[in-house]
C-alpha cells in the first residue's frame, strides 16, 4: 500500500490532534529543561497548518507538505517553528508532483527533512534534540523499506525507533537550544522536541495504516 | 495565576493595541505579521535597525523603536522568538535604501528565524547584515552549549547603533559597531522568584523562599546554580566578579555599568544594587561614566536583576549620549 494525498492530510490532522491532546505534556517537558512553549507553539503551529492544508487541492502531496512546513515557518516561531517547518519544507521536496508515497518515497522524504533540520539547527545525534528521535526513525524506515515491507509496517518500526530515540534523550546532557545552559542538570528529563517527533512518527503509522 | 489580563492568548495582541494607542505619534503598529515600527519609516538614505525577540521582556525591544533608536521591532509569543515574515515585512517597511541590520540575541530560535528572514530579504534585493549579541557569561562552556546567550548588551547596542545609522554611517560600519559594542559588553543576571508565562499557567521553575538562582537568562529557564539567598553587596560581587574577569575590565577602564530589573523588583532595590556595584568598580579602579538603572529587558514578573558593562570609547560614548526618542528610553530629544 502506499499513501495518496488524502491520506498524508488524514496524517497530518492526526498530528494535530495528538499534539493538541499532548500539548499540556510537552509544555511541562519544557518547562523543565526548556522555557514552557513547546506545546503551545507545536499546537498554534499544527492548528494553522490544518487550516492552510484545507485550501491546497488534492493531488501532489509534495505541495501538500510544503505547505504545512510554510504554515509552521510563519505561526510557530522559537526554534520549533523553523525545524519543524523545515523538515515539512524538505519533505516536500522530496515529493514534489508526486501523488503517492511507498514507503521508498516514505523513507527518501524523512531523510531529505532530517537533513534539513540538521542543516538548519545544526544539531548532532545524541545532543538531546529532535534529532535524537528523527534520525532512527528514518534509518527504521529505510532498512524497513528496503526488506520490502509496506508503507503501513515501515512506519510502525519508524515509530517505534522514534519512540527508542525520544526514551535515550532522558539520560543525555543537552547541547543544543536553551535546554543547554542547564549542562548536567538537563539529565533525567526527556526531550520535548524528540517528544513531539515520535508523536509525529507515530501519528503516521497510525494514520496511514489503513 | 494571578495577571493583570483578559485571556492568556490575547496578552501580546492586546498589549500592542495597548502601545498603538499609547504612542501612535511615534510607531505604527502592523498585527498580521506583528511589528512595531517607527511611523516615519522608511527614513530615506539611513540604516534601518531591526531586532525582535519574544514577547514578556517589555520595554524590550518594542519600547525601543524611535527616532535614535530601533526602526522596527518584531514581538514573538511570549518567550517565543518572532516568525520570519513577521521579520522580512518589518525589514522591508524600514529599507530606505541604505541596507538593514538586524540585532539578533543569541537564542537558538531567534537566531534561526533571523537567519530565514535575512535570506529572504536579499532574496527581495535588500542588503541586510545580522549581528547576534552573546554577552551573558553565566554561559561558561560555550563548546558544549548553544554558546552564550544575548541579554542586556542588546539593548545598549541598540541604542548606540541607532545613534550611527542617524549619523549616517553605513550598514557595514554600523554592523561593525554593533560587533564592537558585543564584543566590548559582559552580563550577568540572577532571580529571586521565578516567572508564569500567562499560557503556561504555573511558574517556569520553583524557588524556594531562601534560595535564588545564579546565571539566569531572559526567558525563565534556570540558571546555572542554585544557593542560597545572600545580601545584595554579596550577590552584585558574584555577577559583577564573574562581569570583570570575563573580559577582563581592568583597573583605568571607564565603562557604562547598567543595572537592569527583570521585571519584579523595585527601582529602589536596583539602587541598592547600583551603590554595590559602583563600590565594587572603583575598588578595582573601574571608572562608571555611564549608567543605565532600571527594568529595560524583563522576564515577566520575575524578581532579580542583572549587570551588564560596556568598556566605554569616546565614539560609544559619544553615541550614547546621542539623542533618542522612543517609548521607553527619551533623551535630548
Given at each position: 500500500?502506499?499513501?495518496?494525498?488524502?491520506?498524508?492530510r488524514?496524517?497530518v490532522e492526526?498530528y494535530?490532534?495528538?499534539v493538541?491532546?499532548?500539548?499540556?505534556?510537552?509544555?511541562r517537558?519544557?518547562?523543565?529543561?526548556?522555557?514552557?512553549?513547546?506545546?503551545?507553539?507545536?499546537?498554534?503551529?499544527?492548528?494553522?497548518?490544518?487550516?492552510?492544508?484545507?485550501?491546497?487541492?488534492?493531488?501532489?502531496?509534495?505541495?501538500?507538505?510544503?505547505?504545512?512546513?510554510?504554515?509552521?515557518?510563519s505561526?510557530?516561531g522559537?526554534?520549533?517553528?523553523?525545524?519543524y517547518?523545515?523538515?515539512?519544507?524538505?519533505?516536500?521536496?522530496?515529493?514534489?508532483g508526486k501523488?503517492?508515497?511507498?514507503?521508498?518515497?516514505?523513507a527518501?522524504?524523512?531523510?531529505?527533512?532530517?537533513?534539513?533540520?540538521?542543516?538548519?539547527?545544526?544539531?548532532e545525534?545524541?545532543?538531546?534534540?529532535?534529532?535524537?528521535?528523527?534520525?532512527?526513525a528514518?534509518?527504521?524506515l529505510?532498512?524497513?523499506?528496503g526488506?520490502g515491507?509496506?508503507?503501513?509496517?515501515?512506519?510502525?518500526?519508524?515509530?517505534?525507533?522514534a519512540r527508542?530515540?525520544?526514551?535515550?534523550?532522558?539520560?543525555?546532557?543537552a547541547?543544543?537550544g536553551?535546554?543547554?545552559y542547564?549542562?548536567?542538570?538537563?539529565?533525567?528529563?526527556?526531550?520535548?522536541g524528540?517528544?513531539?517527533?515520535?508523536?509525529?512518527?507515530?501519528?503516521?503509522a497510525?494514520?496511514l495504516?489503513? | 495565576?494571578?495577571?493583570?489580563i483578559?485571556?492568556?492568548?490575547d496578552?501580546v495582541?492586546?498589549?500592542?493595541?495597548?502601545?498603538?494607542?499609547a504612542?501612535?505619534?511615534?510607531v505604527?503598529?502592523s498585527?498580521?505579521?506583528?511589528?512595531?515600527v517607527r511611523?516615519?519609516?522608511?527614513?530615506q538614505?539611513?540604516?534601518g535597525i531591526v531586532?525582535g525577540g519574544g514577547?514578556?521582556?517589555?520595554?524590550?525591544?518594542?519600547g525601543?523603536?524611535?527616532?535614535?533608536?530601533?526602526?522596527?521591532?518584531?514581538?514573538g509569543e511570549?518567550f517565543?522568538?518572532?516568525?520570519?515574515?513577521?521579520?522580512?515585512?518589518?525589514?522591508?517597511?524600514v529599507?530606505?535604501g541604505?541596507g538593514?541590520?538586524?540585532?539578533?540575541?543569541?537564542?537558538?530560535?531567534?537566531?534561526m528565524?533571523?537567519?530565514?528572514?535575512?535570506e529572504l530579504?536579499?532574496?527581495?534585493?535588500?542588503e541586510?547584515?545580522?549581528v547576534?549579541?552573546?554577552?551573558?557569561?553565566?554561559?561558561?562552556?560555550?563548546?558544549?552549549?548553544?554558546g552564550r546567550?544575548?541579554?542586556?548588551?542588546t539593548?545598549?547596542a541598540?541604542?548606540i547603533?541607532g545613534?550611527?545609522?542617524d549619523?549616517g554611517k553605513?550598514?557595514?560600519?554600523v554592523?561593525?559597531?554593533?560587533?564592537?559594542v558585543?564584543?566590548?559588553?559582559?552580563?550577568?543576571?540572577?532571580?529571586?522568584t521565578s516567572?508564569?508565562?500567562?499560557?503556561?499557567?504555573?511558574p517556569?521553575?520553583?524557588?524556594?523562599?531562601n534560595e535564588m538562582?545564579?546565571?539566569?537568562?531572559?526567558?525563565?529557564?534556570?540558571g546555572?546554580?542554585?544557593?542560597?539567598?545572600?545580601?545584595?553587596?554579596?550577590?552584585?560581587?558574584?555577577?559583577?566578579?564573574?562581569?570583570?574577569?570575563?573580559l577582563?575590565?581592568?583597573?583605568?577602564?571607564?565603562?557604562l555599568a547598567?543595572?537592569?530589573?527583570?521585571?519584579?523588583?523595585?527601582?529602589?532595590?536596583?539602587?541598592?544594587?547600583?551603590?554595590?556595584?559602583?563600590?565594587?568598580?572603583?575598588?578595582?579602579?573601574i571608572?562608571i561614566?555611564?549608567?543605565l538603572?532600571?527594568?529595560?529587558?524583563t522576564?515577566l514578573?520575575?524578581?532579580?536583576?542583572?549587570?551588564?558593562?560596556?568598556?566605554l570609547?569616546?565614539e560609544?560614548?559619544?553615541y550614547w549620549?546621542?539623542?533618542?526618542n522612543?517609548?521607553a528610553?527619551?533623551?535630548?530629544?
Amino acid at each position: 500500500m502506499s499513501a495518496d494525498s488524502a491520506a498524508v492530510r488524514q496524517w497530518v490532522e492526526a498530528y494535530a490532534a495528538v499534539v493538541s491532546e499532548h500539548r499540556g505534556e510537552l509544555t511541562r517537558l519544557d518547562q523543565a529543561i526548556g522555557d514552557g512553549d513547546h506545546g503551545t507553539n507545536m499546537d498554534r503551529g499544527m492548528r494553522k497548518a490544518v487550516e492552510k492544508l484545507a485550501g491546497v487541492p488534492d493531488g501532489d502531496v509534495g505541495a501538500q507538505l510544503k505547505a504545512v512546513g510554510m504554515a509552521l515557518i510563519s505561526s510557530v516561531g522559537g526554534a520549533g517553528g523553523p525545524l519543524y517547518g523545515t523538515l515539512f519544507m524538505q519533505m516536500g521536496q522530496s515529493t514534489t508532483g508526486k501523488e503517492e508515497l511507498d514507503a521508498e518515497a516514505f523513507a527518501d522524504a524523512l531523510e531529505a527533512g532530517v537533513k534539513g533540520v540538521q542543516a538548519r539547527g545544526k544539531a548532532e545525534p545524541g545532543d538531546k534534540t529532535m534529532v535524537d528521535a528523527l534520525l532512527p526513525a528514518a534509518a527504521a524506515l529505510r532498512a524497513a523499506a528496503g526488506e520490502g515491507a509496506d508503507l503501513a509496517a515501515a512506519l510502525r518500526r519508524a515509530a517505534d525507533a522514534a519512540r527508542e530515540g525520544r526514551d535515550a534523550t532522558i539520560p543525555l546532557v543537552a547541547r543544543k537550544g536553551r535546554a543547554s545552559y542547564l549542562g548536567e542538570r538537563s539529565r533525567d528529563h526527556q526531550d520535548p522536541g524528540a517528544t513531539s517527533s515520535h508523536l509525529l512518527l507515530e501519528s503516521a503509522a497510525t494514520a496511514l495504516a489503513s | 495565576m494571578k495577571k493583570l489580563i483578559n485571556a492568556p492568548d490575547d496578552v501580546v495582541r492586546e498589549a500592542l493595541e495597548g502601545i498603538e494607542a499609547a504612542h501612535g505619534d511615534r510607531v505604527r503598529v502592523s498585527y498580521d505579521p506583528a511589528y512595531i515600527v517607527r511611523a516615519d519609516a522608511p527614513v530615506q538614505g539611513k540604516v534601518g535597525i531591526v531586532s525582535g525577540g519574544g514577547s514578556g521582556h517589555e520595554p524590550m525591544h518594542g519600547g525601543f523603536v524611535g527616532p535614535g533608536m530601533l526602526d522596527a521591532a518584531c514581538p514573538g509569543e511570549m518567550f517565543t522568538s518572532p516568525t520570519p515574515d513577521q521579520m522580512l515585512e518589518a525589514t522591508k517597511a524600514v529599507n530606505g535604501g541604505a541596507g538593514v541590520l538586524h540585532i539578533v540575541k543569541n537564542y537558538t530560535g531567534d537566531v534561526m528565524n533571523f537567519e530565514m528572514a535575512a535570506e529572504l530579504g536579499q532574496g527581495d534585493g535588500i542588503e541586510v547584515a545580522s549581528v547576534v549579541t552573546n554577552d551573558d557569561v553565566a554561559v561558561q562552556d560555550s563548546l558544549y552549549t548553544a554558546g552564550r546567550r544575548g541579554v542586556g548588551i542588546t539593548v545598549l547596542a541598540e541604542k548606540i547603533c541607532g545613534a550611527a545609522a542617524d549619523d549616517g554611517k553605513s550598514l557595514a560600519e554600523v554592523a561593525d559597531l554593533c560587533r564592537r559594542v558585543n564584543d566590548q559588553g559582559r552580563s550577568m543576571g540572577m532571580a529571586l522568584t521565578s516567572c508564569t508565562v500567562p499560557s503556561a499557567g504555573e511558574p517556569t521553575f520553583q524557588l524556594g523562599e531562601n534560595e535564588m538562582e545564579i546565571g539566569i537568562g531572559i526567558h525563565g529557564e534556570p540558571g546555572r546554580e542554585r544557593m542560597p539567598l545572600e545580601p545584595a553587596a554579596r550577590i552584585v560581587e558574584r555577577l559583577a566578579g564573574a562581569i570583570v574577569e570575563d573580559l577582563p575590565y581592568e583597573s583605568g577602564d571607564s565603562v557604562l555599568a547598567f543595572v537592569n530589573g527583570m521585571g519584579g523588583t523595585p527601582l529602589i532595590e536596583l539602587y541598592v544594587a547600583y551603590r554595590e556595584l559602583n563600590r565594587v568598580l572603583s575598588d578595582r579602579g573601574i571608572t562608571i561614566a555611564r549608567n543605565l538603572i532600571g527594568p529595560y529587558i524583563t522576564s515577566l514578573e520575575m524578581a532579580g536583576c542583572s549587570i551588564t558593562l560596556l568598556r566605554l570609547d569616546d565614539e560609544l560614548t559619544r553615541y550614547w549620549d546621542a539623542p533618542v526618542n522612543t517609548p521607553a528610553l527619551r533623551w535630548g530629544a
